[in-house]
């Protein structure tokens, strides 16, 4: 299946950022592209586009399991009668995440990020996989390029750490079936979300309980003036697009790639012991 026309791909988190960005690009590569969105102007955006392969899925929320079943059962039908091509691959990028200390989480948003990031995805594989043991085809997970602790961004790194876990058991359970599970590590990227998370932790300073957010804002503001140096050197999402293009290509592509400010070295500074890690992190925190 080297031909781009015969291929159809689904990716979640489409109306925005990297998965905006992946959309166009493998549309004009000749996939068929099947976009979900959660939005009714999500959806315009999309046909505002003009692609004749792009098809949205909507709505379809990855915290909401009937979504998932009926936009599973359409492209089930549609490939069974030969109306959009076989499904060659899944690509995971619907996600989001917040600033926050854990003791001060919102718990409601937490549970959310992670149905969005680990319980959505994984229903969709399930209903999804038997196209996909067809097609000898690939699961593309975007994930942050570093499993170390990093403080205040627990409900970002924390799925993370289970998609790692998830993509490396996948690979594992479906290496019968030929079926690649591959990290897409993406470090800075240049989208709208850091400006967004920034101007939400902002607000939240204000709406935290005076008593516990006093305990924290002086490191929070230390983290948004690091913040604002490391986005002037973010990448340009077209970039992590490029590669995914490259990897669905690939014959045998390597289970985990890096790109993005700062990726190569996340991805190095996992591989020293934790202590040390935790160790560096502490100092850090405590300069």
Known sequence: MNNTSNKSIIITGA???IGYAVVRHLTKKGYTVLATIRK?????????LGLTNLIPLYPFDL????????????????????QIPALYAIINIAG???ISPIELM????FRNELEKRLVGPVILLQKMLPLLRHTKGRVLWIATPGLFPVPYVADI???????????????IELYPDDIKNILIRCGGINTSSPERTENELIERLNSWPKNISAIYKK?????????KKFNSKRTDPEKVAELIAKVLLRKKPKVRYNIGHM?????????????WVDFIMKKRESN
């Open 157 to 171: 790194h924390a799925p993370d750490y289970a998609v790692n876990y998830l993509a490396r058991t996948l690979n």
């Open 106 to 109: 919102n718990i409601i948003e």
């Open 263 to 275: 990726s190569r070295f996340g991805g190095f500074f996992e591989k020293l012991p934790q202590s």
């Open 219 to 227: 490191r929070l503001s230390d983290l948004l003036k690091d913040f």
């Open 15 to 17: 109306s925005s950022g």
């Open 63 to 82: 915290t909401k399991p009937d979504q998932i079943e009926l936009v599973s059962t359409s492209v089930n039908d549609k490939i069974r009668n030969n």
């Open 96 to 98: 989001g995440g917040h």
């Open 40 to 48: 009714s102007s999500d959806l315009e955006k999309l046909d505002a």
